[in-house]
């Protein structure tokens, strides 16, 4: 198996003081399709 064309570890994203995502860590290969679904918080 190939390395991953995306490597994410611990990845933490905030709004102001508001924590949008938290500790994410995730492989992407070639070819692969990511998508992030969830609440928009409205």
Do not use: K, R
Not at 2 to 21: F, K
Request: glycine share 16%.
């Amino acid at each position: 198996m190939s390395a991953p064309l995306v490597h994410i570890e611990n990845l933490s994203v905030c709004y102001g003081q508001t924590p949008a995502v938290t500790g994410v860590s995730l492989d992407v290969a070639a070819g692969e399709y990511l998508g992030v679904i969830g609440p928009n918080g409205g």
